[in-house]
């Protein structure tokens, strides 16, 4: 199973960017999905996860209502929006699967993460 994410970069305070994450190597389409970051010095956290037919999501307290997760299971990848960013968004963004079928709000334990992507940094500016 491979994740590969893209869409980081360096963008100004209050805007917004968009990740995405191509998974290949296994049925995408019935496994939820994650995202997590890690910023420098600090641990990597959960950001937020959705189902694998992507009705119903999760997100960590920091992101709620500026980020939105989405995924398209047509194209194998899934998405983060990232809206209203501010410096404290700044961290390397990873993508993450778990290595069996389980509930999305598990996913949010990074034992529970079976792959990660490489990762995309992002950084935001003041």
């Known amino acids: 199973v491979q994740l590969q994410a893209s869409g980081g970069g360096l963008v100004q305070a209050g805007g917004s960017l968009r990740l995405s994450c191509a998974v290949s190597g296994r049925t995408f389409s019935t496994y939820a999905m994650g995202w997590f970051r890690q910023a420098p010095g600090k641990e990597r956290e959960f950001v937020a996860s959705?189902?694998?037919?992507?009705?119903?999501?999760h997100y960590a307290d920091f992101v709620k209502g500026r980020f939105t997760i989405s995924r398209d299971n047509a194209k194998n990848t899934v998405y983060l929006q990232m809206n209203s960013l501010n410096p404290e968004d700044t961290a390397v963004y990873y993508c993450?699967?778990?290595?069996?079928?389980?509930?999305?709000?598990?996913?949010?334990?990074?034992?529970?993460?079976?792959?990660w992507g490489q990762g995309t940094l992002v950084t935001v500016s003041s």
């Open positions: 993450a699967a778990p290595r069996t079928q389980m509930h999305y709000i598990r996913l949010q334990l990074p034992g529970n993460v079976g792959y």
């Open positions: 959705i189902t694998s037919g992507g009705t119903n999501m």
